[in-house]
């Protein structure tokens, strides 16, 4: 049998006639930083609630930490830590309150609590709040919080649903570093975000969902690979714009972008540019704005599912 | 897998200890079930002194004698409400989702919650009890009438609470919750809790009789009037635990129907 700590077979929730996860097959392997990649709506949230036993699947199985979602819901619960995005922390607790709680939950031993809660609260650079009501910490602190939170029983699969989302850059930065000290610790990770950069720079693969089907699935660098040639954006005005087009079909395949910009999949690369420039001349063509492109996630998530990710250019850039 | 009973309880404990803190911590939505019931206490004091004349009414030094139990009763029916606007908060903001993910027995959501409403029940019961005090207002039954009238607190609001879960866990909405006080305060108001059903007639007095206010209203004011009996003991407290049997009941099926719905 498969060992790896989550396996997803043919696994979909439907919503009367809304297939929000549509039959995903899906293997993290031990060890693993996965990266669930996808729009808002696109099935990472349901997916996550179906493998975290908050939801039941319509149809399909998983395993996680190896056991049944649906059958052996309570021990995949023992096994996993959850911090959802949509999980509210209570403002009126503490986060020493809060801890002490998850770790009963959890059944932590009395005489170990609160040992395993200053750990914890340190770990996440919280010592210093931790006798404050949760109401008055920051965004940033309260994701901290609830990775503690989440981490209380030293989970063996741990499940980050937008960890970063809403979040400052220093803060992003902050949270990515303990993700990875996490997994080099041995914690299986799957996160979801809407981030490319985030599952760029955390995940050692990385599935994109779009319409609750996974549309590719690797690492982001094979991924990136498989795109090819890199793109080429030019803005022109709007009267040259149909012009520009025909002239950068010359050089490649048309690559979707976002409004008022035109982009190709560059065949040759860098060393076309200037012959690009020199037909645009030639047409008589203005342009206003011209950059290149490396193969990027985004790239991936367009050639996929003919979009771009929405969302994508607005993440606040960390580092 | 079985969960071991220790833990359950354990959970319970910590759960409940989590909503009273709530509780306590939120001093101007707990004020307000404190505070208007002894303003209408004073209000009817004030404008039905002479009511107490009438025919009917029982023999008092003074309607805020009569008027105790109805104070009791009206404090924590509308503080009971709290607890489970609480737990639809939970609801709806994700929390409970937080303890779904958790292995946490099911049942010890719902008993921790309305385990910080009863222990507000009584805390306002207590309150009511020794705020009426310098005024003249006792219990004739002694120490027993006392302690049987703050453990009805505690027990009523435990119903009441579990009644209005049932919305909470319904509609997952605070709202929704918080809409159905009107209606316990119609309930009170069509109960014997200000005046003596036998000063009543026509369609009040038979709406009065079929509401089980009346009933734990009277059993207190009994304990408060007349001292110990085993009627009076009965009505303060038999009939509320029976109240919070049933609807502790619908409460587990509507928690269960929430969680298969899933």
Redesign the interface.
């Known amino acids: 049998m498969n060992s790896a700590p989550i396996i997803a077979e043919q696994l979909a929730r439907h919503f009367g006639e809304v297939k929000a996860v549509d039959g995903i097959n899906l293997t993290v392997n031990q060890g693993e930083i996965f990266g669930f990649l996808g729009p808002n709506g696109a099935g990472k949230s349901t997916a996550v609630r179906m493998l ?5 699947p319509t149809s399909g199985t998983a395993r996680v930490a190896g056991f049944d979602v649906v059958k ?1 819901a ?2 995949v ?2 096994n ?1 830590g ?1 911090a ?1 995005q ?5 403002p ?2 503490t986060g020493f ?1 809060l801890l ?3 770790a ?4 932590i031993p009395s005489n170990k609590m609160k040992q395993r809660a200053e750990d914890l609260l340190e770990r996440v650079g919280l010592t210093a709040a931790a006798d404050r ?1 949760v109401s008055t910490y920051s965004g940033g602190m309260r994701r901290r919080l609830d990775l503690a ?1 989440s981490l209380i029983h030293a989970p063996v699969v741990l499940f980050l649903d937008e960890p970063t989302t809403g979040l400052d850059p220093m803060s992003r930065l902050t949270l990515w570093e303990e993700v990875r000290r996490l997994n080099r610790e041995g914690t299986t990770v799957m996160l979801t975000t809407q981030y490319l950069e985030e599952a760029d720079q955390l995940a050692d693969r990385i599935a994109i969902i779009d319409h609750g089907r996974i549309v590719r699935e690797g690492k982001p660098s094979d991924l990136k690979r498989t795109v090819g040639d890199p793109t080429l954006l030019i803005n022109v005005s709007r009267q040259h714009s149909d012009a520009a087009k025909a002239v950068l079909a010359r050089f490649g395949d048309m690559r979707p972008t976002a409004e008022g910009t035109l982009g190709v999949g560059l065949k040759g690369g860098a060393e076309r540019v200037a012959e690009v420039v020199r037909a645009l001349d030639e047409a008589k063509i203005v342009v206003e704005h011209l950059e290149l492109n490396q193969p990027s996630l985004d790239d991936v998530f367009a050639e996929a599912t003919g979009h771009r990710l929405e969302g994508a250019d607005n993440a606040p850039q960390a580092g | ?1 079985r ?1 071991k009973p220790a ?1 359950v309880l ?2 319970f404990v ?2 409940s200890r ?1 909503s009273t ?2 509780i306590f ?2 001093p101007a939505l707990v004020g307000p079930s404190l505070i208007f019931p002894l303003f209408f206490a004073a209000l009817g004091s004030s404008s039905f002194s002479r009511a107490i004349s009438l025919p009917g009414f029982p023999e008092v030094d003074s309607y805020l004698q009569f008027t105790l139990a109805g104070t009791v009763i009206q404090g924590v029916l509308f503080g009971s409400v709290t607890g489970a606007a609480a737990l639809a908060t939970d609801i709806e ?3 409970f ?8 027995s099911r049942t010890s959501i719902l008993f921790g919650r309305l385990a910080g409403s009863a222990v507000f029940g009584a805390m306002q019961a207590l309150v009511f009890l020794l705020a009426l005090l310098p005024f003249g207002v006792t219990v004739e039954a002694g120490v027993l009438g006392y302690v049987s009238i703050v453990v009805a607190g505690f027990v009523i609001a435990f119903a009441v609470g579990a009644l209005m879960s049932v919305v909470a866990l319904k509609t997952g909405s605070a709202e929704a919750v918080q809409g159905t006080f009107p209606v316990l305060f119609i309930l009170l108001f069509l109960s014997s809790a200000f005046f003596p059903r036998e000063t009543m007639s026509g369609a009040y007095r038979r709406v009065a009789d079929f509401n089980p206010i009346s009933y734990m209203v009277e059993g207190q004011r009994s304990l408060s009037l007349d001292g110990i009996s085993l009627v009076a003991m009965s009505q303060t407290l038999v009939i509320p635990l029976t109240l919070a049997v049933l609807t502790t009941m619908l409460a587990l099926r509507q928690l269960s129907v929430r969680l298969a719905a ?1």
Not at chain 1, 104 to 107: A, D, K, M, P, S
């Open positions: 975290t036993t908050l939801l039941r052996q309570d021990e619960r023992r996993i959850v959802l949509d999980s509210a922390i209570d009126l607790m309150e002490e709680l998850q009963v939950l959890y059944g009501r939170l | 897998m969960r833990d354990r959970q910590a759960l989590r803190l709530a911590r939120q903001e994700g929390f989702d937080r303890l779904l993910a958790a292995p946490t899933r």
